[in-house]
């Protein structure tokens, strides 16, 4: 699972990043051309993930929920450490958003990628930064959505599994099961139908600023 878990996002993300231009242009587009494209440049992009794992966001919010959580004493001091961990993030988070297509649709290296990548975003700041608020936004909008869709039936669930077990009812258990794994495949699939749609929007972007510097 561990395995999986680093490796395969980065695989598949890297082919559909190859796949896309195709589809957007028109193109036939294969899914055993996101497979090749994916392997092929695999390591470029392992690398990339590898180097910049420490910058993304999630870690700042856990870290603080584990400070918070375990060692509460610790929070006042560890604020500021936080918040400019946390700055540093959300400057690599908005001036790297090109590095991945850099590598794979212009055959770059990483630290090259990562240069060009700080100079588009240099040069379209103002721009990017409203696709990135509006990104936001349907990103709340879709959790949100989410939550109310998935989030009441999941607590009848739980609460159903909570009660099949006190009356050792173990049909009412393995419905309670099957029912959360269904509620999982769908979150799962919503959570694809996005990370395609950002994908998307970030290759038209790219299709488009990089003529600025060619």
């Known amino acids: 699972f561990t395995v999986g878990y680093i490796f395969l996002p980065v695989y598949f993300h890297g082919g559909l990043i190859k796949i896309l231009p195709h589809a957007i242009k028109g193109d036939e587009e294969r899914f055993r051309m996101g497979i090749a494209e994916g392997t092929k440049y ?7 993930k ?4 420490p910058f993304r966001l999630t870690w700042v919010f856990l870290t603080y929920w584990l400070i918070r959580t375990f060692v509460p004493e610790m ?5 500021i450490p936080l918040g400019l961990w946390f700055t540093v993030n959300l400057l690599v988070t908005v001036f790297f958003i090109f590095t991945e297509f ?12 990562i240069g060009k990548s700080i100079h588009l975003v240099f040069i379209n700041l103002e721009q990017v930064l409203h696709i990135l608020f509006l990104i936001l936004l349907i990103g709340l909008r879709v959790i949100f959505n989410t939550l109310i869709t998935f989030g009441i039936p999941a607590l009848i669930i739980f609460l159903g599994s909570l009660i099949a077990s006190t009356i050792v009812s173990t049909i009412l258990v393995v419905i309670a099961v099957l029912l959360g794994v269904a509620l999982l495949l769908l979150v799962s699939y919503i959570n694809a139908i996005i990370d395609v749609f950002l994908t998307a929007a970030w290759a038209l972007l790219f299709e488009r600023y990089k003529k600025q510097i060619e």
């Open 42 to 48: 695999f390591l470029p992009l392992f690398e990339y």
């Open 50 to 53: 590898a180097l910049f794992s």
């Open 75 to 79: 929070i006042s001091v560890t604020l």
């Open 102 to 113: 850099f590598i794979f649709l212009e055959d770059e290296r990483v630290i090259p990628a």
